[in-house]
């Protein structure tokens, strides 16, 4: 049984990540300052711990009391479009709390650290995304996921810190936080749906992505630390085929149950990537990953975790610095 530190394991992806962990035998810390995550999100088998990895005092503490030997850093604030207009937040939480992170396994001895990045880190029309695709971010979200990785492997030549990078993509599925109006477009679109309003598209709906259900990308992350050859190495992960987010609109209406003409409203276009997916032969060569889940199948999952849940009121991001072009829908009240 090994000693593992989950930070964000209280979030959407994280707290997956704990599921798989402890199904593995694993002994699992789980951080997170739920800042976006939940505590019922937390399985009751992990060790939880409130506090946020900006605070290093905590950081040293965790790896000084519970002899941590492998972390899978999943805590961040991955909102690639507000990443604009939080441009200080996003780099302190992102960039500098995975820096302490960093420094904490070095000094601990740390024998794998694995990190979620994302393919936010290319930028645009470069597709299919591959790994030596030449990263190109236009945001300071993938900026920060780039400094991060870039880091990991300085440390590696420096320290010997090992460490996996995977880069996912649009992930979905239960226990996401659908009352975040700035990221997650499935859970926006369904707690849309549960609070009887309009679904907003931004744009006209053209952009595609590939959504990647949770249920396949959760158990390949957390068994990567026991495949060797993923060691010091980067990985896309995540759904192959990508859609509209037309097309998407009308599956979560089916899946949600909604009526065939549901209302939906189209604003303003923001600054972001129209076309994002990734090719994932290296993964699938290394780790044996596979997609068991289709589009409709994952969505079904989740909207009857959604409607067992229900809606959920849309918090206002209080952090924002820049107003200026803020899109609409997100401006502040």
């Known amino acids: 049984m090994s000693k593992v530190l989950v930070t964000g394991g209280a979030g959407f992806i994280g707290s997956h990540i704990v599921d798989n962990l402890i ?7 789980a951080l997170d300052d739920l800042s976006g995550g939940f505590k019922e999100n937390i399985n009751p088998k992990a060790t939880f711990i409130e506090g946020s990895i900006t605070d290093r005092q905590i950081i040293e503490e965790i790896f000084a009391k519970y002899g941590i030997e492998y972390v899978f850093h999943l805590a961040a604030y991955a909102a690639e479009g507000l990443s604009h207009f939080i441009r200080k937040f996003n780099y302190e939480n992102n960039l500098i709390g995975s820096i302490n992170l960093i420094n904490a396994s070095i000094k601990n001895k740390v ?13 645009r029309n470069q597709l299919p995304m591959t790994e030596d695709t030449t990263p190109m971010p236009e945001d300071p979200y993938g900026i920060s996921k780039l400094a991060v990785e870039q880091d990991l492997k300085a440390a ?8 996996i990078v995977f880069r996912p993509h649009n992930v979905y599925g239960e226990k996401q936080n659908i009352g975040d109006k700035y990221r997650n ?12 309003r309009p679904i907003t598209i931004f744009g006209d709906g053209e952009q595609t992505r590939a959504f990647s259900y949770i249920g396949d990308v959760a158990p390949v992350i957390a068994k990567s630390i026991q495949i060797k050859e993923a060691y010091n190495k980067v990985f896309n992960l995540g759904a192959d085929e990508p859609y509209t987010v ?7 209406i089916k899946a949600m149950g909604a009526e065939d003409r549901y209302p939906i409203t189209h604003l303003p276009p923001r600054n972001e990537v129209v076309h994002a997916y990734s090719a994932h032969d290296k993964v699938r060569k290394i780790l044996g990953y596979e997609t068991k889940y289709s589009l409709q199948d994952g969505l079904k999952n989740m909207a009857d975790w959604a409607k067992k849940t229900g809606s959920k009121k849309s918090k206002e991001f209080n952090n924002i610095e820049i107003t200026e072009n803020l899109p609409q829908g997100w401006k502040l009240t």
Not at 111 to 123: D, H, N, Q, R
Not at 246 to 252: A, D, R
């Open 23 to 29: 199904n593995l035998g694993h002994e699992v810390i």
């Open 111 to 123: 024998k794998c650290f694995v990190f979620t990045s994302s393919i936010a880190v290319y930028g």
């Open 156 to 163: 590696h030549e420096m320290f010997g810190l090992n460490y």
């Open 185 to 196: 477009v499935i859970g926006i679109f369904m707690n849309q749906i549960m609070l009887n």
């Open 246 to 252: 037309n097309y998407l609109t009308q599956e979560v």
